[in-house]
C-alpha cells in the first residue's frame, strides 16, 4: 500500500535529521515508525489492576540481593577523593 503523507517542514527537518543520524533514508525512518506503532496498537489494552500485576511480576523476576551496609554508602565511600 502507498500512503502520501504532507508534513510541515519542521517535522520533516526533524525526521530527515533523525533518519540521517541513524543512516536511513526518511522513507525507512517513517517506515520503522509506522510499524513499531502497528506493533504497540495490535497488543492488547491492559487495564490498571493487569498492568499492576504485571508490572508485580517483572519485579519479582529479579533475584533477592542483600541491602548494601552503610559503609558501602557512606559519603566517604561515594566521594573517596573529598576526604
Same mark, same amino acid.
Given at each position: 500500500?502507498? &500512503? *502520501?503523507?504532507?508534513?510541515?517542514?519542521? *517535522?520533516?527537518?526533524?525526521?530527515?535529521? #533523525?533518519?540521517?543520524?541513524?543512516?536511513? @533514508?526518511?522513507?525507512?525512518? $517513517?517506515?520503522e515508525?509506522?510499524?513499531?506503532?502497528?506493533?504497540? $496498537?495490535?497488543?492488547?489494552? $491492559? @487495564?490498571?489492576?493487569e498492568?499492576?500485576?504485571?508490572?508485580? =511480576?517483572?519485579?519479582?523476576?529479579? /533475584?533477592? *540481593? /542483600? /541491602?548494601?551496609?552503610?559503609? =558501602? &554508602? @557512606? #559519603?566517604?565511600?561515594?566521594? /573517596?577523593?573529598?576526604?
Open positions: 500500500m502507498s &500512503i *502520501t503523507l504532507s508534513l510541515n517542514p519542521e *517535522t520533516e527537518k526533524t525526521l530527515s535529521a #533523525r533518519a540521517g543520524q541513524l543512516g536511513l @533514508s526518511l522513507n525507512d525512518l $517513517l517506515q515508525l509506522a510499524n513499531r506503532e502497528a506493533a504497540a $496498537l495490535s497488543e492488547p489494552m $491492559l @487495564s490498571g489492576g498492568k499492576a500485576k504485571a508490572f508485580l =511480576a517483572w519485579a519479582d523476576s529479579f /533475584p533477592d *540481593t /542483600p /541491602p548494601l551496609s552503610d559503609d =558501602a &554508602i @557512606s #559519603r566517604e565511600s561515594l566521594y /573517596p577523593d573529598r576526604w
